[in-house]
């Protein structure tokens, strides 16, 4: 998860506005999802398979490459309003709840199915944008295991391998 908001923005210590992500300081331009948005995606995901609540929540964060992590407060009110409107049912599942889709969402999901397939090509938009980032950090994190492995118990071969990590980190938080 990245923080685009730099820490005196105002929105409070996690730098998350409205759990959309917002137009940061940066201009990011449009919110990944306003709340309405948010309840088909969800639809879609519970569609897909039964899921738990924080089953959707890691979804959600895997299918958009990290950039967006709802919170518990935006995801469990609005598994409560789906089943209200009768789009899903729950059953327990150990001391969780497994949240299944019903006809009528299945219905009110083909209704829209534009607009859910429009929503979830955004996300997926935004996971391309992070691809290059993310096979950097993972050649990154390979690098630094080999080395260490090569390095067979050497401690300063290991602390070279610590300062340089911890130079990138604060050459990264320093942008």
Same mark, same amino acid.
């Given at each position: 998860?990245? &923080?685009?908001?730099?820490? %005196?923005?105002?929105?409070?210590?996690?730098? &998350?506005?409205?759990? $959309?992500?917002?137009? $940061?300081?940066?201009?990011?331009?449009?919110?990944?999802?306003? @709340?309405? @948005?948010?309840?088909?995606?969800?639809?879609?995901?519970?569609?897909?398979?039964?899921?738990?609540?924080? #089953?959707? !929540?890691? #979804?959600?964060?895997?299918? /958009?490459?990290?950039?967006?992590?709802?919170?518990?407060?935006? !995801?469990?009110?609005?598994? /409560?309003?789906?089943?209200?409107?009768?789009?899903?049912?729950?059953?327990?599942?150990?001391?969780?709840?497994?949240?299944? =889709?019903?006809?009528?969402?299945?219905?009110?999901? +083909? #209704?829209?199915?534009?607009?859910?397939?429009? =929503?979830?090509?955004?996300?997926?938009?935004?996971?391309? %944008?992070?691809?290059?980032?993310?096979? @950097?950090?993972?050649?990154?994190?390979?690098?630094?295991? #080999?080395?260490?492995?090569? +390095?067979?118990?050497?401690?300063?071969?290991?602390?070279?391998?610590?300062? !340089?990590?911890?130079?990138?980190?604060?050459?990264?938080? +320093?942008?």
């Amino acid at each position: 998860m990245f &923080h685009r908001h730099s820490h %005196h923005h105002p929105h409070g210590p996690h730098g &998350h506005p409205h759990h $959309g992500g917002g137009h $940061g300081p940066r201009g990011r331009g449009p919110k990944m999802f306003d @709340a309405g @948005a948010m309840r088909y995606v969800v639809l879609q995901l519970i569609a897909e398979k039964p899921r738990h609540g924080y #089953e959707i !929540i890691k #979804e959600l964060e895997q299918r /958009s490459g990290g950039g967006y992590s709802p919170s518990p407060g935006a !995801i469990y009110p609005l598994l /409560s309003m789906l089943l209200d409107m009768g789009h899903v049912v729950a059953s327990a599942d150990g001391n969780k709840k497994l949240h299944t =889709i019903t006809p009528e969402g299945e219905a009110f999901l +083909a #209704e829209n199915r534009q607009f859910v397939d429009a =929503i979830l090509a955004r996300m997926a938009e935004g996971d391309e %944008h992070r691809d290059g980032l993310r096979s @950097a950090m993972h050649e990154l994190k390979h690098a630094a295991i #080999e080395q260490a492995r090569a +390095a067979n118990h050497q401690p300063e071969r290991i602390e070279q391998i610590r300062a !340089i990590l911890r130079r990138a980190v604060e050459d990264i938080n +320093a942008l």
